[in-house]
C-alpha cells in the first residue's frame, strides 16, 4: 500500500525567503510519480510539479523545484523567492502507475509573512 | 470555457433530498475522477472513470452514485446522505489514467454540507 506523510500541519515564511515543504512516501512499486499541489483558500487545487520514480534530474517548474531523494523516499517541495500569493494549504501525492491508485498526504499550511 | 467547472459551488440539503453534483472538463482528457475532502481528512479517491468506463470504486457507500455520460461530464447523485457526508467534492480530470506524468487539473469543489 502507498502512504504520504507530510509532518508540517502549519509552516511560517518571510516573503521572498526560500521554503521546504517536507513529504516521505512508501511504496514498494519501482514505478511511480510524485506531485505537489497547491490549494487556496477558494478550494481549487492547482497542479506545482510532477517527479517520476526513474528520473534522474530533480524536477523544477518556475519558482518550484522538487527535491527528490530516492534512498530515503522523501520528495519535498522547495519554494524559492516566497510571494504572499504563495499563502495557500500544499499536498504531495503519489500515484501508483502500475495499479493506477493516487495518494495525497495530509497537507501543509504555507503563510507567507508581509 | 477552459479547466474543469462544478456547479453548484455551494449546495445545502437535508437527509433525505436527492441532488447531484455536475463537473465538466474541456481539455480533451480521458480520465475524470471524484474525490472528498473532509476537515482534518486526507483527500479520499471516491471514483475513476476512463474512456467513461468506470475503473475504481473506493469502496463508496451506495448512496453516492457515479454517471459519466461522455469524457467531458462527469455528475455524482446523491441520495439519504449523512451529516458526515459534509464535506468539499472535488472533481478532478487528468490526460492519462492517474494522470501519470501531467498530474490532474481539479476543479474549484462542490462545499456539501448535509443537514
Known amino acids: 500500500a502507498q502512504k504520504i506523510t507530510q509532518t508540517q500541519p502549519g509552516m511560517f515564511v518571510q516573503e521572498k525567503e526560500a521554503v521546504t515543504l517536507d513529504c516521505t512516501y512508501d511504496?514498494?512499486?519501482?514505478?511511480?510519480?510524485l506531485f505537489w499541489y497547491k490549494q487556496p483558500s477558494s478550494g481549487e487545487m492547482i497542479f506545482l510539479i510532477y517527479?517520476?520514480?526513474?528520473?534522474?534530474q530533480n524536477a523544477t517548474e518556475g519558482r518550484y523545484s522538487l527535491n527528490f531523494q530516492k534512498a530515503r523516499k522523501s520528495a519535498n517541495l522547495v519554494i524559492s523567492a516566497s510571494q504572499l500569493g504563495d499563502s495557500a494549504m500544499y499536498f504531495c501525492?503519489?500515484?501508483?502507475?502500475?495499479?493506477?491508485?493516487?495518494?495525497f498526504g495530509d497537507g501543509t499550511t504555507l503563510t507567507v509573512k508581509p | 470555457e477552459t479547466g474543469v467547472t462544478q456547479t453548484p459551488r455551494h449546495l445545502v440539503m437535508g437527509m433525505t433530498n436527492k441532488k447531484s453534483l455536475k463537473c465538466e472538463q474541456h481539455?480533451?482528457?480521458?480520465?475524470m475522477y471524484w474525490y472528498k475532502q473532509s476537515a482534518k481528512k486526507p483527500l479520499e479517491l471516491m471514483f475513476v472513470?476512463?474512456?467513461?468506463?468506470?475503473?475504481e470504486n473506493n469502496s463508496v457507500p451506495s448512496r453516492f452514485s457515479p454517471e459519466c455520460p461522455n469524457s467531458s461530464h462527469l455528475f455524482l447523485h446523491l441520495h439519504t446522505l449523512q451529516p458526515e457526508d459534509s464535506a468539499l467534492y472535488l472533481c478532478?480530470?487528468?490526460?492519462?489514467?492517474?494522470?501519470?506524468?501531467?498530474?490532474?487539473?481539479f476543479g474549484s469543489g462542490t462545499r456539501l454540507t448535509v443537514v
Open positions: 478532478a480530470s487528468s490526460q492519462e489514467p492517474q494522470g501519470a506524468s501531467y498530474g490532474y487539473t
Open positions: 517527479q517520476g520514480s526513474y528520473d534522474q
Open positions: 472513470y476512463n474512456f467513461k468506463e468506470q475503473t
Open positions: 501525492a503519489m500515484s501508483d502507475t502500475n495499479a493506477g491508485k493516487s495518494t
Open positions: 481539455l480533451g482528457h480521458n480520465a
Open positions: 511504496t514498494s512499486d519501482p514505478s511511480y510519480g
